[in-house]
C-alpha cells in the first residue's frame, strides 16, 4: 500500500480543552451504577481487554514465561473465562513469550525506543524496534520523545512515529504519550492529534512508570482526539489507558466512557485495551464474588 | 450549649459513616433516645476487611515490644478518659458503681496484655528434638485478619477483653460492637486513634451483627472468627460459613468481669504454629575439640 503519507503541516489545532468542564464530564461517569449479568459482562469485557504487563529491570525469563501462562490460564478453578488480549514485555523478552505463546491468540507487545524514558539515539530506536519486531512481537508500544516535544520540537516526534510506523510495517503501534510528563491536557491533546496523524495504530497514556498515569482527565482527552479524527476522516484508532487502573471498578468507569464518547465499535479488544499488571486479578476477585456470593481473598489467587 | 455526639463508625483510622447511610436509636433504661448510631451494613464490613488486610503486614512485622507501648499507651488513654466512659455507661443503664468497676477492670486488662505483648512468643515457641541432622525449631505467627463480635451485654468490657489478647498477638481486626449498648465502643475507637495504633488494625462497626455476621464469617480474606456468649444458631452457621476457607471459629462463654476470663490462651488461640527445618552440618559423632 502506497498510501500518501501524513505530513506534519497537515495536523490540525485543537481548541483548548476546558479543564472543569472535562472534570465535571467525568464525576458523571463514575456515578453509572453497573450491576448484576451487566456487571459480569462487562468484567468479561475488561478481562479480554488487558494488556498483562511486567516491564521491570529485575524481569527473568521465568517470571516472563510465568506471566504468559497466566495470560492463557486466568483462573482455572473457574470454567469459561476468556483469556487477556496481549502480554507486554521489553524486547529482549519477546522471544521467550513467543515460545510459551506459540500460535496462541494472545499478541505479544514490546515495548521499544527505549522506553521508558525515549532518551536514545534515532538509529537506536528503530534497532530496538526492528529487534522486538523480529523476536516475534505481534504489536509495538514505542514512547514519544518528551524532551523534544517540550522543548516544541513537534516536527520531531511527528517524524519519530511516523518512522517506527515505517519498520512496523503491518504490525500495529501503539504510542506512547507519557501524559504524566506533559503537564497540561491541552499538551496531552496536542500529541495526541501528533500521534494519530503520524500513523498511530493505538495511542496510549503511560509508560505506567511515571505518575500520575491514566487519569480519567487524559483518557478523556484522548478519546476526543481519537473521535474528532474518526469525524473528520473516518478511521479509527486505538485507545490504552495504562498505568493506575488496578480495580475493576475503575476499569468499568473506563468502559462507560469509552462508550459514551466513541461507541460501540470501539468496545472490543481490537481497538481498547488496559495496560495493567494487578487488574487482572481485581477483576478475577469481582467476577468470584459476583458468582459465590462471597468475598475473596487475594491469597486465592496466582500472582503471576 | 449541650453538644450531642454523633457517633460513627472507625475504618482504617478514619470515622466515616455508614455506606449504607442507616442509623438506629440508642435508648436509656427508661426507653429515652441517647443517641443515633450507624447501623452498619455489608459493604462496611467489605471496606473493614480491606483495611485490616492492608495493616497486617505493618502490624505482625511491629516488635513484640512497641506493640505492648501501643497497648499500655491505649490503658493510659482510657484512664484519662474515665468519666466519659463511666458516664456513657450509666446512661445505658448501669449504676455508678458497677461503671467505675467495668471501666477499672478494663484498664486492668489491657495493661495484663501489653505486658503479654513480648512474653506469648517465649512461652509458645519450642526447639523440637529431630532424629536428623536439622534444627528445629516452631514459633507463633498472627494468625492474621480477626473477625470478632464483641460480647452483647456489656458495652466496652467483653470488647476489651476480646480485642487486646487478639491485637497483642500482631492480628488486625474487624470488630462488630454490641447492638443495644454500643456508645462506649465507639468511643473506645477514640482512644485507639490517640493510642499510635497504625491505621486499619482495629476497625469497629456498630449494627446488628444477625446481619453482618454471615458476610464476615463467608469471607474469603478473613482467617478467624472470634464470638463470646453466642447463641447455638449462631454458634452453627459461623462454623459452617466458615468452612470455606478454614477459618478459626473461637466461641468464649466468659464471665469477662472475672479475672479467669484473661490468660495465654486468648492470646494463642489466633496464633498459627510455624515449625522450621534449619539444615546444620554437624549432627552427634563429631564433637568440638577446644
Known sequence: MTAQKNQFSEVPFSTTIDKVGVEERISRFQTRSIKGPSKIQGLFMVLSMIDLTTLEGKDTPNKVRQMCYKAQHLHDVYDGLPTVAAVCVYPSMVNVAREVLKDSPIKIASVSTAFPSGQAPFEVKKIDTQFAIDAGADEIDMVISRGKFLAGEHEFVFDEIAAIKEICGSKRLKVILETGELATLDQVRRASDIAIHAGADFIKTSTGKIQPAATMQVTFTMLMAIRDHFDRTGKMVGMKPAGGISTSKLALHNLVMVNEILGEAWLTNEWFRFGASSLANDVLMQYMKQVTGKYQSADYFTID | ?290
Open chain 2, 1 to 290: 450549649m449541650n453538644v450531642l455526639k454523633t457517633y460513627k463508625i472507625y475504618i482504617g483510622g478514619q470515622f466515616p459513616r455508614t455506606e449504607s447511610g442507616r442509623t438506629y436509636v440508642v435508648k436509656d433504661a427508661n426507653g429515652n433516645p441517647i443517641a443515633n448510631v450507624c447501623q452498619s451494613s455489608k459493604k462496611d464490613i467489605r471496606n473493614a476487611v480491606q483495611a485490616a488486610r492492608k495493616a497486617v503486614g505493618t502490624w505482625s512485622e511491629r516488635s513484640a515490644f512497641n506493640r505492648g507501648q501501643i497497648l499500655y499507651r491505649m490503658a493510659e488513654m482510657l484512664a484519662g478518659r474515665k468519666t466519659q466512659f463511666i458516664e456513657e455507661l450509666t446512661q445505658q443503664g448501669q449504676s455508678i458503681e458497677s461503671a467505675t468497676n467495668e471501666i477499672e477492670i478494663c484498664i486492668d486488662r489491657i495493661v495484663y496484655y501489653a505486658g503479654w505483648c513480648d512474653k506469648y512468643q517465649q512461652i509458645l515457641s519450642s526447639v523440637n528434638p529431630v532424629n536428623s541432622s536439622h534444627f528445629n525449631f516452631s514459633m507463633a505467627e498472627p494468625t492474621g485478619v480477626v473477625g470478632i463480635v464483641a460480647d452483647q451485654d456489656t458495652s466496652l468490657l467483653g470488647l476489651v477483653s476480646q480485642l487486646m489478647p487478639v491485637i497483642a498477638g500482631g492480628n488486625t481486626v474487624v470488630l462488630i460492637a454490641s447492638e443495644v449498648l454500643p456508645l462506649c465502643s465507639i468511643s473506645f475507637a477514640e482512644v485507639l486513634e490517640t493510642s499510635d495504633l497504625p491505621a486499619g488494625v482495629v476497625n469497629i462497626l456498630t449494627g446488628s451483627a444477625e446481619e453482618m455476621l454471615p458476610t464476615l464469617a463467608e469471607h474469603m480474606d478473613v482467617n478467624a472468627i472470634f464470638l463470646s456468649n453466642a447463641v447455638t444458631e449462631m454458634v452453627k452457621s459461623t462454623q459452617l460459613s466458615a468452612v470455606d476457607n478454614l477459618k478459626r471459629v473461637l466461641v468464649m462463654d466468659s464471665d469477662w468481669s472475672h479475672e479467669s476470663a484473661q490468660g495465654i490462651r486468648y492470646i494463642s488461640s489466633f496464633q498459627e504454629i510455624k515449625t522450621t527445618w534449619h539444615p546444620i552440618e554437624q549432627i552427634g559423632g563429631v564433637t568440638s575439640s577446644y
